[in-house]
């Protein structure tokens, strides 16, 4: 974990951290003193790495530059590498320098291919070297084994040291994240360690089979490599296929949006709208991203309705209003089966219900409706009061905002009300300018 552009970062957390901004005073002395330490141990580590070792290096640094150039992105918000099994691995292999020697070229070369600021480059170098400074004393103190490795005795130091490992970078990098973007330390570290604990979890034994083989065959690690990048790229392609499934059904959402003049880009506010409640509410990141995506798609079941009846200016009628209540479980039976959306189909197929029980489509009450469909009620009926209709005019914000207090209770849940409009009044959406006030 470290560092990633303005852009995208490795940590599930929405916040990006080291904006290009001035730095407040605690922030400061935070980077300074990681700096200090982590140059401070580079410079006393690096004298005892063995001159005989370089060329060796030189080639695990080129697969190390590899790993980390070759991003997994599981999410919009949790991106991984598996340049930690090469650290692991050289860690064990050849000693702390020379893991500390391949993290700094690794991370300068890719922090210079990405164009990373020098702050993020520094701070990267030093969080590591830090991380693996502590790993490696860990490890060959607790280490039993006179051997390179000996998994029935080393099996403590091998935990132990990749506890040390996550800990000290979770804490490294969620501590610089929390102080830059004035976030709570401890949900930033939530919403980090369980992605995190995966990655250590599946690399960890992969850093194992590498030191394995190559301690018994060098030559073999060829063949292991192969095997890695197939592995590599078949997690890429599973990635960029549910990139592709999503991507899909949301163009597939506003084609739906686009077919009534008044609703156009309908999906895309209510999502905003559900994602900035949800972030209010400090939900975990990955319910927040599960909660945009269902927003993205609310109405996707509408595509089992009838455009005369979705377009209808006049009053709909009884069988007509039967009809176009049946949209949530439309959407609901097309995406119940897909992984991508397995938790968001459940919002969208209760995001009509309300607190009284007196919703659609199975009339349930309270509690007993996904938080995220609670949210997504509130975020979808506001966007609707705010948007002009052949039969009436748009609310204004201020009257649409007293229309949600008049029905909290009732049709809304009151907390997600009460978040929403925390969010209209400290302008945290980026929308407020096409509402009236």
Request: glycine share 4%.
């Amino acid at each position: 974990m470290d560092l990633k552009t303005d852009k995208t970062q490795k940590l599930p957390v929405s916040p990006l951290p080291l904006k290009r901004v001035k730095l407040d005073w605690p922030t400061f002395f935070y980077l300074t003193t990681v700096y200090i330490c982590g140059l401070f141990i580079i410079a006393t580590t690096l004298r005892n790495l063995p001159i005989e070792l370089i060329p060796s290096l030189v080639i695990w640094s080129i697969l190390n530059i590899a790993s980390e150039l070759k991003l997994l992105k599981l999410t919009p918000h949790h991106i991984i590498t598996t340049s930690c099994s090469i650290l692991v691995t050289i860690l064990i292999l050849f000693g702390t320098p020379a893991a500390i020697a391949v993290s700094i070229l690794g991370n300068i070369v890719t922090d210079l291919v990405h164009r990373r600021d020098l702050k993020k480059m520094l701070f990267n170098i030093s969080q590591y070297a830090i991380s693996i400074y502590l790993a490696g004393i860990v490890f060959y103190n607790f280490k039993q084994s006179s051997s390179i490795i000996n998994l029935a005795s080393d099996l403590p130091a091998i935990i132990l040291m990749g506890s040390t490992y996550l800990g000290t970078n979770l804490f490294l990098v969620c501590a610089v994240i929390s102080l830059s973007e004035k976030l709570n330390f401890f949900k930033t570290v939530e919403n980090s360690f369980k992605i995190e604990l995966f990655h250590f979890s599946t690399m960890i034994p992969l850093a194992l089979l590498i030191v394995i083989v190559y301690h018994q065959e060098p030559v073999a690690l060829i063949f292991l490599i192969l095997l890695f990048i197939l592995a590599h790229f078949s997690v890429d392609n599973y990635i960029q296929l549910c990139k592709e499934t999503r991507e899909t059904f949301e163009i597939l959402a506003d084609i739906i949006d686009q077919k009534d003049p008044y609703t156009a880009s309908h999906s895309r506010r209510v999502a905003a709208y559900a994602a900035a409640i949800a972030g209010e509410m400090n939900l975990p990141i990955r319910q927040i991203d599960e909660i945009h995506a269902a927003g993205r798609i609310h109405d996707l079941g509408k595509v089992g309705v009838g455009d005369q009846i979705l377009n209808k200016n006049a009053s709909l009628s009884t069988d007509e209003i039967t009809l176009i209540q049946k949209h949530p479980a439309i959407g609901y039976s097309l995406l119940s089966r897909l992984r991508t959306y397995r938790q968001g189909a459940q919002y969208i197929h209760y995001h009509h219900e309300r607190i009284d029980g007196k919703g659609y489509p199975q009339g349930l009450i309270g509690s007993r409706i996904p938080l995220g469909a609670r949210i997504l009620c509130v975020a979808d009926s506001f966007d609707a009061m705010t948007s002009d209709r052949p039969y009436r005019r748009a609310l204004t914000r201020r009257e649409a905002v007293q229309e949600l207090r008049k029905c909290s209770g009732q049709q809304f849940d009151p907390q997600v009300v009460e978040a929403f409009i925390n969010v209209l009044e400290e302008n945290k959406i980026g929308m407020e300018d096409r509402l009236k006030p």
